[in-house]
């Protein structure tokens, strides 16, 4: 028998740390799944910082101005690494030194769609900023990352040294602004049903279960004009 396939579409951004544990969160549940449904998920670009200058800027000092004080920042970041660690990622923000301007790391993702990788991607950018430390606003890290997943290395960089994808982003992203979207992780199933923020597994098993009634749910998440991350 055929199972039916669920489309789940992600808004999220590489910097977002909610969206790295939506993401291993719904995965927790699609595998609790994945014996009545086939998936196909797809990210879309959302930038938190869209002002960030292309170097971009040290992390403590960005996010400790934008909390509201370096207690705020430690009091955020410990919480959220402490609930990370609940789902098996390891969060070190003492590793990560800058805060990126992430238009390129969402071209890079527009990329590795078209080439069959874009999953692969997105856990690799997320790893190397949470957890590795990796400076995003570097083209090389991106290719590495790309490389690290399969991707050719050479074009990949050739792709991030010109202008392409950069028009293809913007447009994405004023899409899901049209859409309302406020805040990431957010999560259209079948391109129907919202769900915004970073949801238990178990609060995903229920959602798509109930997929034939309209949902519309909140959860932790990261916004451009709060002080959440």
């Known amino acids: 028998m055929n199972k039916p396939t669920i489309r789940i579409d992600i808004v999220s951004d590489v910097v977002c740390p909610w969206c790295y544990i939506g993401k291993r969160r719904l995965e927790k549940a699609l595998d609790?799944?994945?014996d009545r449904y086939t998936f196909q998920l797809e990210y879309y670009p959302y930038e938190l910082n869209?002002?960030?200058p292309p170097q971009g800027a040290n992390q403590k000092e960005y996010l400790s101005r934008k909390f509201g004080g370096n207690e705020r920042y430690e009091e955020l970041t410990g919480h959220v690494t402490q609930v990370a660690a609940g789902e098996g990622l390891d969060f070190q923000f003492g590793k990560q030194r800058?805060?990126?301007n992430t238009r390129n790391a969402h071209r890079l993702i527009s990329?590795?769609?078209?080439e069959g990788?874009?999953?692969?991607?997105?856990?690799g950018l997320f790893k190397a900023y949470f957890t590795d430390g990796v400076d995003l606003t570097q083209v090389e890290n991106l290719v590495q990352v790309a490389a690290q997943a399969g991707m050719d290395?050479?074009?990949t960089r050739q792709f991030l040294a010109s202008q392409e994808g950069l028009a293809e982003v913007a447009a994405a992203e004023k899409?899901?602004?049209k859409l309302g979207i406020k805040g990431v992780p957010f999560y259209i199933i079948n391109q129907t049903y919202g769900v915004s923020g970073a949801h238990p597994s178990e609060t995903f098993v229920q959602i798509i279960e109930k997929i034939q009634e309209p949902v519309v749910s909140?959860?932790?998440?990261c916004d451009v004009d709060g002080n959440n991350c």
Do not use: F, R
């Open 50 to 52: 869209p002002d960030m």
């Open 153 to 155: 290395a050479e074009n």
């Open 32 to 34: 609790q799944l994945s």
């Open 218 to 221: 909140e959860g932790d998440a």
């Open 111 to 114: 990329l590795a769609s078209q």
């Open 175 to 177: 899409e899901m602004q």
């Open 117 to 123: 990788k874009q999953l692969q991607v997105v856990e």
């Open 98 to 100: 800058i805060s990126p």
